[in-house]
């Protein structure tokens, strides 16, 4: 999800649920709801996470959770700040085909305890930079053989600086993926979220 908060900055957030079907699909949506209200209200992604796990661990009899990564990006300087709940790390792909996992921040899965704090971490984008957040089902991704598409081909989508906006970084992953596992059934939700620095900003 993309929001857009004050200031001209914008929130990402990217999730996975456990579980399938009706109930899963549901407790996404609330908890897709409860984030983009408190993430409005609120500018820190430590504090938005926070605020949405006590949210969901109010009333859990389903005992279901939800990994969470979000974060607010500054597109006039470039400057990204982020809180993770239990999700597997994005990807910052360089330039010059070269790449870096954000750094790993404490912060367990929400709905599974409340009270938990989520540290945050901050860094800044370069001109030409792009972030990439996604879920298990792409790294996950399994061909006929059950070989896993893995992170060296989603590596492989940036390599000599990948294409150059965020669109087209996106349709190029999808595009990865379906080629590697070639109509082979997958069990989990195959989700990608990108953006792009452009190198014309300051």
């Known amino acids: 999800d993309v929001v857009q908060l004050d200031d001209g900055e914008i929130g990402l957030a990217i999730a996975d649920v456990s579980g399938k079907g009706v109930p899963a699909a549901l407790f996404m949506m609330s ?7 408190s ?7 430590g504090k938005v996470l926070r605020e949405v796990n006590n949210l969901l661990a109010e009333d859990n009899e389903s005992a ?3 990994t969470v990564l979000y974060a607010v990006y500054n597109p006039a300087t470039g400057h990204l700040s982020y809180a993770n709940g239990g999700h597997n790390l994005p990807v910052i792909f360089h330039g010059d085909g ?7 921040t404490d912060g367990l899965a929400l709905a599974v305890l409340s009270g938990v704090e989520f540290v945050e971490g901050e860094l800044t984008l370069a001109p030409g930079d792009t972030l990439v957040l996604y879920t298990d089902g792409v790294t996950e991704a399994m061909d006929a053989v059950n070989e896993e598409f893995g992170m060296e081909r989603l590596r492989a989508v940036f390599a000599g600086g990948g294409p150059q906006d965020a669109e087209g970084a996106n349709e190029a992953v999808f595009a990865a993926v379906r080629e590697f596992v070639s109509g082979a059934p997958q069990s989990d939700d195959i989700t990608c979220l990108t953006l792009r620095r452009g190198r014309a900003q300051a």
């Open 64 to 66: 279901m959770f939800v």
């Open 31 to 37: 908890s897709r709801t409860l984030l983009k209200g």
């Open 39 to 45: 993430a409005i209200g609120l500018t820190d992604p």
């Open 98 to 104: 070269s790449s870096t996992v954000l750094p790993y």
